[in-house]
């Protein structure tokens, strides 16, 4: 019995645990990197793919941030989901990321975070809390986007 609600305890506080920063993902030199290498900044984390419409539209505005805020604390991380890096550096190819790439080609960060859609993207404070997330990237919002980061960034 005491087994039993131990193994219920332990599935209920996976269950309810927020996203974090605590994870592992490939950079661009293939090696295994943390993301707690961002904390102390105001963190946008991007789950992305090679073959999300919306995504091409992320990017732009993603570089966007990166050059107006990156001075004042803003990490702008984007983790593609592909298992193909090949299909990844296409992508980049013809749209070019000036911020921060990462890679999850067997998605293991990606399901900590129960993604429902591409791009999915969360804000992280400077603690590291998680604190807005996002479904989909839709260009009217950015705005709306945009003022979630600048304040944040004023904390």
Same mark, same amino acid.
């Given at each position: 019995?005491?087994? *039993?609600?131990? *193994?219920?305890?332990?599935?209920? @506080?996976?269950?309810?645990?927020?996203?974090? @920063?605590?994870?592992?993902?490939?950079? @661009?030199?293939?090696? /295994?990197?943390?993301?707690?290498?961002?904390?102390?900044?105001?963190?946008?984390?991007?789950? +992305?793919?090679? +073959?999300?419409?919306?995504?091409?539209?992320?990017?732009?505005?993603?570089? %966007?941030?990166?050059?107006?805020?990156?001075?004042?604390?803003?990490?702008?991380?984007?983790?593609?989901? !592909?298992?193909?890096? %090949?299909?990844? !550096?296409? =992508? *980049?190819?013809?749209?070019?990321?000036?911020?921060?790439?990462? =890679?999850?080609?067997?998605?293991?960060?990606?399901?900590?975070?129960?993604?429902?859609?591409?791009?999915?993207?969360?804000?992280?404070?400077?603690?590291?809390?998680?604190?807005?997330?996002?479904?989909? =990237? =839709? /260009?009217?919002?950015?705005?709306?986007?945009?003022?979630?980061?600048?304040? *944040?960034?004023?904390?």
């Amino acid at each position: 019995m005491k087994k *039993l609600l131990l *193994l219920l305890s332990f599935m209920t @506080l996976s269950i309810s645990a927020a996203p974090s @920063l605590n994870y592992e993902v490939i950079n @661009l030199q293939g090696e /295994k990197v943390s993301l707690t290498e961002f904390k102390g900044r105001v963190v946008y984390l991007d789950f +992305w793919a090679s +073959w999300c419409g919306p995504c091409r539209k992320s990017f732009p505005w993603m570089n %966007a941030m990166h050059q107006k805020y990156q001075q004042q604390g803003l990490a702008i991380v984007a983790i593609n989901l !592909d298992a193909d890096r %090949a299909s990844a !550096d296409k =992508f *980049l190819s013809s749209f070019p990321a000036d911020f921060h790439i990462r =890679f999850d080609p067997k998605a293991d960060v990606a399901s900590q975070f129960d993604l429902l859609g591409m791009p999915s993207s969360y804000i992280f404070n400077r603690q590291g809390e998680l604190v807005h997330k996002h479904q989909g =990237f =839709f /260009k009217e919002r950015s705005v709306g986007y945009e003022n979630e980061l600048i304040e *944040l960034l004023k904390e």
